[in-house]
C-alpha cells in the first residue's frame, strides 16, 4: 500500500506540473494573440483600401473579401486572446467551451482569408493589364469627364507613374489623337512630377514625367498585402490550433481526488483486516 500511495502522490504532482505549464503556455500565446489582432486588422484594413481606391481596375475580382475576412478574424482574435489569459488564471468550463467556440470560427475565417489572397495574388495581375490597357487606349478619344479618364489620372498621380509598362504605351496606338500637340507627342499632364509646375507631358522632356509604368507598382503592392494577409493568417491559424489543443488538455485534465489518506489508514485496514 504504500508502494501504491507513492505511485499515486507521483501522478498528482506531474498531473499538477503539466497543468501549470500548460496554463502558462496558454497564457503566453493568449499574450500573443491580443497583440497580433492589431497586425492583423491592419492587413485587413490595407487591403480593403486599396480596393477601394482601385476598385475600377477590379471588374471581375471582389478582392475586398479577404480584407473583410481579415477585419472579421481579427476582431473575433482580441476576445479570444483575453479569454485565453482569463482561464490561465482561473479554469472556468464555460470559458473554455466559449474560447473552444471561438476558436472554430477565426480558423474558418483565417483560413479563407489565406485561400482568398493566394488565389487573387494569382488573378489580379492578368485583370489589371487588360484594365489598364483597355482604359489608357480609351482614354485618348474619351471626354474628360469620363470615369475612366479619372481613374486613369489618379492612378498616375497617387503611384508616381505612367502607362501601363512604361510612358510609350500612350504612343502605341495606331488612331490619331489628342497627344499630337503643335507636332510633338505628350502624355497626360498625370504623368508629370511635383517639382516641375510648368509640365504639359511632351516627351521631349523625358526628365520632366515618370518613365516607369503603373502595372508594375500595383502588381508589387497587391503582391505584398495578400502574402502579408496569407502568411499571417497562417500562422495564426497554427497559433489557435495550438491554443485549442493546449484548452482541450485542460479541460480533459480534471484535478485528481487527494488520496494520500491511503498512506496513513493503510496500517490501520490491514490490522482490521487480520483483525477480522
Known sequence: MNRVGALVSLWCYEDSWLRTFAKYLLKF?????????????????????????????????????????????????????????????????????????????????????????????????????????????QYNRSPSKDPGVRVV??????????????????????VPSWYILAGSAHVPESCCKETYSDCMGDLSHLDQIFQEGCLKKLEDWIQFLMLYVFWYCVVLSILGLLIFAINGLLMRQQPLPDLRFLESSSYTFTEAFRYH
Do not use: H
Not at 477601394?52 to 481579427?74: E, S
Open 29 to 137: 500565446l493568449g499574450y500573443v494573440s491580443c497583440c497580433s489582432a492589431a497586425a492583423l486588422a491592419f492587413g485587413g484594413v490595407s487591403v480593403s483600401v486599396m480596393y477601394r481606391n482601385y476598385r475600377y481596375l477590379f471588374q471581375k475580382t471582389f478582392l475586398c473579401l479577404p480584407g473583410w475576412l481579415t477585419i472579421g478574424a481579427a476582431i473575433i482574435l482580441l476576445p479570444t486572446g483575453l479569454l485565453a489569459i482569463s482561464i490561465s488564471a482561473k479554469t472556468s468550463r464555460y470559458k473554455q467551451g466559449l474560447l473552444m467556440y471561438l476558436l472554430l470560427v477565426l480558423l474558418c475565417l483565417e483560413m479563407s482569408s489565406a485561400v482568398l489572397a493566394q488565389l487573387y495574388s494569382l488573378q489580379a495581375p492578368s485583370e489589371l493589364k487588360s484594365t489598364m490597357g483597355y482604359l489608357i487606349y
Open 153 to 174: 489620372d489618379m492612378v498616375q498621380r497617387r503611384l508616381q507613374c505612367c502607362g501601363v509598362q512604361n510612358y510609350t504605351d500612350w504612343l502605341k496606338t495606331t
